[in-house]
């Protein structure tokens, strides 16, 4: 049966002319005629366009030779693999599409790296995501999330100053592609890193009418509020920083022994890098040095060996290929990378901090203001969900608590009602302030400085954690609460809680905003709702009204609720 659609990688590459000659010189010449490549210009809906097939033969699988030793029996299978890529120009964008074998002809190089990123976090559902590929600055480490089913943003735990996403894979929020006009109502999904792998149009007009719809949305898409985060982290540009950096680079490589640089396999060699079982290093020589893994030890003594100044250009120049086999012959090649990519540098230069990660530098730190910034903000909703009464002067917190639950009809008070510290039994623990009917916990504190509201952060943590981690919280807890509602109130025996709202009023300030937030509590705010976030805790931040007529007075009150939430 015909389909309109397959799924496809693409690639926008960057530094090519939109001509048939310019495209033709992206590929190896070398390569090609070692394939037998066929080269065509095929005539699509009025575009240049450049098409390359071939086939990949061995005589022999790599395995015969060394199963025949083991056995003692001589058998001899031949391995046929295909090679398609196809380059065409849209508006003056050039795009690869390789086919099994054929994006492995187009130089790494040559590749946006941020390009499938970039469509995805302005057209994917933050809520659906089924999977993510981050690396944190300064680990060495590559850090991969699956979520068949979906799942929101926060309980991936991508979200941090020092974590640059690579890659994101969900289901797209309503794009006007060629899928979505034969999918009726079915849910598209899109992988995007370096490339974008998505189901695109087969037709000739409708291919290209999809390149332009990505190429739109990249370009004059704003992100989704809970992914534009991915975009805050960007290269260094400064070009004197830039050269200060290399330079500081390069006197690194001439030293010995270096423990600040280290190896990380690039995001785009994750699956090959698993199924090689060779790796061939070159480097300022012919040569190339056969090993089971990527050597550090090697290309670092070759890099040293190097004249000052051309130590960083051998790293860019020399490459490393992942093979399958020893003979390493080009059908058993897996890939092919530039040798500085593998390595993960810190340089300092003052008191700021830099992170070289696959060929880009990163500052440390360079987000974090910002970050915590638009993680606060995000905490406090215009307008808030709730509204709570103001707190009238004098008025204690435990006062102020019942008031609440008083006059609030299906709310209960937990204000001092603590449960049992399973870590000390002499040891109590504060769940919450308030229950609300739809098992929100609410937190109340009124705060004169940071601390007061360090302690009520903690305590939401601690209060969500120890109902997530100990039967006997959670057991006590529910008790409690039938008990002090006089049954009206069950609450499975399993409870977890699924939000949390912190609400505060700070002396002094007329509302809560993250300006009037103090500066080490916007700290520790972002950091513990990014804590329950990612234990699948929503939180939200809200203010308290304070009021200058005593407390005695008790003055009736309205409180108005967002549509969708209980009362």
């Not at 370096?194 to 037709?203: F, M, P, Q, R, T």
């Not at 949305?217 to 975009?231: A, K």
């Not at 530039?338 to 070289?356: H, I, K, M, Q, T």
């Not at 007329?510 to 929503?538: C, H, M, N, W, Y």
Request: proline share 6%.
């Amino acid at each position: 049966m015909t389909t309109n659609t397959e799924v496809r990688t693409i690639y926008r590459l960057s530094g090519v002319a939109p001509t048939p000659e310019a495209m033709l010189d992206v590929f190896d010449a070398e390569s090609l005629d070692r394939h037998g490549a066929d080269v065509h210009f095929p005539d699509l809906a009025g575009v240049p366009a450049v098409y390359v097939t071939c086939g990949m033969e061995s005589e022999e699988a790599p395995w015969c030779a060394p199963m025949a030793r083991t056995t003692g029996i001589e058998v001899t299978e031949s391995v046929r693999r295909t090679a398609a890529v196809l380059l065409l120009a849209v508006d003056g964008e050039v795009y690869g599409i390789g086919c099994d074998q054929g994006y492995r002809l187009i130089p790494d190089h040559l590749k946006d790296k941020r390009f499938g990123l970039s469509f995805v976090i302005r057209q994917m559902d933050p809520a659906m995501i089924r999977g993510a590929v981050s690396k944190s600055l300064g680990q060495a480490r590559t850090d991969i999330s699956l979520t068949p089913g979906g799942a929101p943003v926060p309980l991936l735990g991508i979200r941090d100053h020092s974590r640059i996403v690579r890659s994101l894979g969900g289901y797209l929020d309503g794009v006007p592609l060629t899928r979505s006009r034969y999918a009726r109502g079915k849910a598209v999904s899109a992988q995007g890193g370096s490339g974008l792998k998505l189901a695109l149009g087969v037709e000739p007009g409708e291919l290209v009418s999809d390149l332009r719809t990505i190429a739109a949305i990249c370009r004059e898409g704003i992100p989704h509020q809970e992914l534009e985060f991915v975009d805050r982290i960007v290269p260094v540009g400064d070009p004197s920083t830039l050269a200060t950096l290399e330079r500081a680079m390069d006197d690194r490589l001439g030293m010995r022994g270096d423990a600040r640089i280290a190896v990380s396999v690039p995001v785009d060699l994750h699956e090959v890098y698993a199924e090689a079982t060779v790796c061939l290093t070159r480097i300022n020589s012919d040569d190339a040095r056969h090993a089971d893994d990527f050597d550090l030890g090697y290309v670092l003594e070759r890099a040293r060996l190097a004249p000052a100044g051309q130590r960083l250009p051998a790293l860019r120049e020399g490459t490393v290929t992942l093979a399958r086999d020893r003979r390493s012959k080009a059908f058993h090649t897996l890939a092919v990378t530039d040798a500085l990519s593998w390595l993960e540098v810190e340089v300092s230069l003052g008191p700021r901090r830099f992170f070289l990660l696959e060929g880009e530098w990163y500052e440390a730190g360079a987000a974090y203001v910002g970050e915590c910034r638009a993680a606060v903000t995000a905490l406090l909703p215009s307008p808030p969900s709730i509204t709570l009464p103001v707190w009238h002067n004098g008025e204690s917190e435990n006062a102020y608590n019942n008031r609440v639950a008083d006059e609030r009809p299906g709310w209960l008070c937990l204000d001092t009602k603590n449960v049992t510290n399973p870590l000390r039994r002499t040891d109590q623990v504060e769940i919450c302030d308030l229950l609300m009917p739809d098992d929100t916990l609410v937190l109340v504190k009124r705060a004169g400085g940071s601390g007061s509201l360090s302690h009520l952060f903690s305590q939401a943590r601690v209060a969500v954690e120890l109902l997530q981690e100990s039967a006997q919280v959670r057991e006590n807890f529910t008790a409690k609460v039938a008990r002090l509602s006089g049954g009206k109130r069950v609450l499975p025996k399993d409870f977890t809680p699924t939000r949390v709202v912190l609400a505060m009023q700070l002396r002094n300030r007329e509302q809560l905003t993250p300006d009037s937030i103090f500066g080490f509590s916007q700290i520790t705010l972002a950091q513990t709702a990014k804590a329950l976030a990612a234990r699948g805790v929503a939180v939200e931040a809200m203010g308290i009204a304070e009021s200058d007529r005593e407390a005695h007075s008790r003055p009736s009150w309205s409180v108005e609720t967002a549509v969708g939430v209980p009362a």
